[in-house]
């Protein structure tokens, strides 16, 4: 378990996305702070680049981050 790489970077970890729901520290002390690997915007990061995250993922979305990756794949 480890901190993500890209908390200094990223909207959600930021707080700048609109709309945050009142869940998002759990979220960040789950994915950010411990389980980033699980995350879907980390994964779009990795696989499709930084520009490729909608602003409106959120990390437990696994299945959105799975069709954009594969749909970009095809
Ligand atoms: S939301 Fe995902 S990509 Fe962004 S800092 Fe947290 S774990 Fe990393």
């Known amino acids: 378990?480890?901190?993500c790489e890209h908390?200094?970077?990223c909207p959600?970890?930021?707080e700048t996305?609109?709309?945050?729901?009142?869940?998002v520290s759990y979220l960040?002390?789950?994915?950010c702070?411990?389980?980033f690997q699980q995350c879907a915007r980390y994964m779009v990061?990795?696989?499709?680049?930084?520009e490729k995250v909608p602003s409106d993922l959120f990390p437990y979305e696994i299945?959105?981050?799975?069709?954009?990756i594969r749909s970009a794949e095809q």
Do not use: I
């Open 17 to 23: 996305l609109p709309n945050m729901p009142t869940m």
């Open 1 to 3: 378990m480890a901190e």
């Open 33 to 35: 702070r411990r389980d």
């Open 7 to 9: 908390l200094s970077r």
């Open 45 to 50: 990061r990795q696989a499709l680049g930084a």
């Open 28 to 31: 960040k002390s789950t994915y």
């Open 12 to 14: 959600f970890f930021n």
């Open 63 to 68: 299945h959105r981050a799975t069709r954009m």
